[in-house]
């Protein structure tokens, strides 16, 4: 996109999945203590200059699971809740096209966001594939969207998770970012005290304002 192009003077990574992603599902850990509440300020971190925010939904996880099936994954599930899966672009960029380790590290943990209220699954999970999205910025609508299309469900999603590991209580599972759920397939670019506003039909929205560089 020439928007990413101008700013980080780089040629617009491809960014799709490999060919790992049909045959499971793909996901990085995040960083649990950077989580941002809703309405807070998000701090600009010092080493990017390209900040993007990624439209998602999380899965609260409530009870402990470990090598189970997908349908007793998806019983574990207690509630949801709006996710802001902020990422620094232009870091993104230089870890995943320039080194060849794998996931992405200061891309992501140096923020996130989610929304106050935590919607019980019983209300969401029958229109988990069918609810509308929007994105607002500074009261300006700049994307309407949804969760339709799901390569995955949250529930194989948490299984293949748990593989050999345990997963407890409280952990969160968020959806990756919805289709036009983030400035970089918009070509929009957040600025210094711009006001995000992320929400999602049945389940809520969270809303924080950019801090300065």
């Not at 923020?111 to 929007?134: C, F, K, Q, R």
């Not at 990756?176 to 389940?203: H, K, N, Q, Y």
């Amino acid at each position: 996109m020439r928007g990413f192009e101008t700013v980080t003077r780089s040629t617009f990574p491809a960014l799709r999945p490999g060919p790992g992603f049909d045959d499971h599902p793909v996901y990085y850990t995040g960083n649990h203590l950077t989580v941002v509440a809703d309405e807070a300020p998000v701090e600009w971190p010092s080493y990017s200059r390209v900040l993007d925010f990624e439209l998602e939904f999380g899965a609260v996880v409530t009870r402990p699971v470990r090598d189970v099936s997908e349908r007793e994954a998806t019983a574990a599930i207690g509630g949801y809740v709006v996710f802001d899966d902020i990422s620094a672009r232009d870091t993104q960029w230089e870890e995943q096209r320039r080194t060849p380790f794998g996931p992405v590290v200061k891309t992501k943990t140096f923020a996130s966001s989610m929304g106050a209220d935590i919607v019980t699954a019983d209300e969401v999970a029958p229109h988990l594939d069918s609810l509308t999205a929007t994105v607002t910025v500074n009261d300006e609508v700049w994307s309407t969207t949804g969760t339709a299309g799901m390569r995955y469900s949250v529930g194989e999603s948490l299984a293949y998770a748990c593989r050999g590991e345990n997963v407890y209580p409280g952990e969160l599972l968020t959806s990756g970012t919805l289709p036009r759920g983030c400035g970089l397939e918009l070509d929009r670019w957040i600025a210094p005290g711009d006001r995000v506003e992320l929400s999602i039909e049945r389940i809520g929205s969270v809303t924080n304002t950019i801090g300065t560089r």
